[in-house]
């Protein structure tokens, strides 16, 4: 997990901002499970689309920094296998 990631957790589990939050988890498959943070919106709460959540927007904001940084470490690794490959 990313720094990015974990801070946009902490930022959605923290209950000063998200007292009422909630965790959805869904199965996916045998060995596979979806985990969901699921705070009830406020009134400057964004929603993400596509998916069960909303979040103010610095939990958005640390949210898309860590979906940029898995992006940038899925290229990286690629890149790695790619010249181990060579």
Do not use: C, Q, W
């Not at 957790?9 to 209950?15: F, I, K, P, Q, V």
């Not at 959540?53 to 940084?69: C, G, S």
């Amino acid at each position: 997990m990313t720094d990015n990631a974990a801070a946009a957790l902490r930022r959605m589990t923290n209950t000063d901002v998200y007292p009422r939050a909630g965790l959805s988890i869904r199965k996916i498959a045998d060995n596979k499970f979806s985990l969901s943070i699921v705070p009830a919106p406020a009134d400057n709460d964004i929603t993400i689309p596509r998916a069960n959540v909303y979040l103010d927007r610095p939990a958005a904001d640390a949210l898309e920094d860590a979906r940029l940084d898995a992006t940038a470490n899925a290229v990286l690794a690629s890149h790695l296998l790619l010249n181990r490959a060579n």
